[in-house]
């Protein structure tokens, strides 16, 4: 038994590195093998037990993740498979008719009228509220009203029982205008913690955070466990019991009407990384509102949801990465850096300074105009957009109508990478 026990021996470190770099013949380990991010975290093509961090432990929270769709209206829509569906102002008389065992998140996306219209008490499953006047602020450049009178009416929504979850920290605008993970991160935080200093600590236990999953699978991954991490780093400095919550939705920035059903594959694989990295809820974005085209079939991407959960098994496993080598590394240097960032924001004045100053807006850019960069050089690669494209596909994109209107500073403004790819059709 001690002889068989000897003949696999477990490597040091050391000794791992020693070997491949006898296999690289010469070649410099750290040039060939380990590279940068745009977060300039360096990614190894080994990690081993040295590289976890002091203190692991897994994500235990009280909700399982839930599978939600976006309410069409449509009597053929399935919904079986569904904990929720997404609804807004004009849905409302259509889903009093709905189950009540779904969740309903009621979305505002660009009037607050109906919060004063509207009788949410006679809908016993509406649950979560997307209400965020400092999303809004950043994305459009306006409020709905005035500065005064948004946080007033957040603050009168705080007081609404009906709702578990009714402020809502819409952080997928900035995954979707181009900021890397750290960015993400940090500014989300931030961002929260403007209405905490706004609000008061009792708003802790009524926000939650809307995340969108792009396609680096471990980094997004890594992304909601460090986002997790920090949230509840401030809960302890508000002496909050208050549990994080995140929903998950996947990205619209790596998405193109070119090749389209590369989207369906590109969604499952985000769909599972947020399910991974513990996300409480989950929802495939519908592309169409980007891009106004209906090329991508929504149908087909929720049914991609159903398999993680009824084939994957993924709903039979507390944390499986947890205690992994290179995930919690990642983890830990996200969660690292992002703090870092987020205290030199609050430094200078915090989330509604940084975007009054435009600081949150040209951090935003810069890191956008770098991807975006990438992808024009083919550095980043979409299958089916800027590598083996199928020249017969052909698209009509709708063009943009543009509308200029006044603003107080300058918008966040969503970008899907491919959109210039999409107008070239030589």
Do not use: C
């Not at 976006?70 to 904990?83: G, P």
């Not at 949801?305 to 990642?330: C, H, I, R, W």
């Not at 500073?409 to 899907?416: D, E, S, Y």
Request: net charge negative; aromatic share 10%; proline share 3%.
């Amino acid at each position: 038994m001690n002889q068989k026990i000897e003949e696999f021996k477990q490597l040091t470190p050391q000794e791992w590195k020693l070997k491949v770099q006898a296999e690289l013949a010469g070649l410099d380990y750290n040039e060939v093998l380990v590279w940068d991010t745009a977060e300039g975290i360096q990614v190894k093509p080994v990690y081993t037990n040295e590289d976890l961090p002091e203190e692991i432990s897994a994500i235990q929270s009280t909700n399982d993740w839930k599978i939600i769709g976006n309410f069409r209206n449509d009597s053929h829509q399935d919904f079986s498979y569904l904990y929720g569906f997404k609804v807004n102002e004009s849905h409302f008389d259509q889903v009093l008719k709905l189950p009540e065992f779904l969740d309903l998140f009621f979305e505002i996306k660009t009037s607050t009228d109906s919060l004063n219209q509207l009788n949410f008490s006679e809908i016993k499953n509406l649950k979560y509220l997307g209400l965020d006047v400092l999303g809004k602020f950043a994305e459009t450049g306006n409020w709905f009203h005035s500065q005064e009178k948004d946080l007033a009416l957040t603050q009168k929504i705080l007081n609404e029982n009906t709702f578990e979850k009714n402020i809502e920290i819409n952080a997928s605008l900035y995954q979707n205008a181009g900021a890397n993970h750290l960015q993400q991160i940090a500014i989300a935080i931030s961002h929260a913690v403007e209405y905490l200093e706004n609000l008061g600590a009792e708003a802790t236990s009524k926000l939650y955070f809307k995340v969108a999953i792009g396609g680096n699978y471990f980094f997004e991954i890594a992304k909601l466990r460090a986002l997790r991490q920090l949230w509840n780093l401030i809960l302890n400095e508000y002496n909050s019991e208050a549990e994080t919550f995140i929903y998950a939705e996947t990205s619209a920035r790596n998405k193109s009407l070119l090749d389209v059903h590369n989207n369906i594959i590109r969604s499952g694989l985000e769909a599972s990384a947020a399910v991974q990295g513990k996300a409480d809820v989950v929802n495939v974005f519908p592309y169409d509102e980007i891009s106004g085209s209906t090329a991508f079939s929504e149908e087909l991407a929720s049914k991609q949801q159903l398999l993680l959960q009824k084939e994957s098994y993924f709903d039979k496993f507390m944390d499986p990465v947890a205690g992994t080598y290179f995930v919690e590394n990642l983890t830990e240097l996200m969660s690292r850096n992002a703090l870092e960032l987020f205290k030199n924001i609050e430094a200078e004045g915090g989330f509604l300074k940084g975007l009054f100053d435009g600081r949150i807006q040209k951090m935003i850019q810069k890191s956008a105009d770098k991807e975006q960069q990438a992808f024009d050089e083919g550095k980043l690669t979409l299958i089916g957009v800027n590598k083996f494209r199928n020249p017969s596909d052909k698209i009509h994109p709708t063009p943009k109508t543009e509308n200029p209107v006044r603003t107080q500073i300058k918008p966040i403004f969503r970008k899907r990478l491919a959109e210039k790819n999409e107008n070239d059709n030589s």
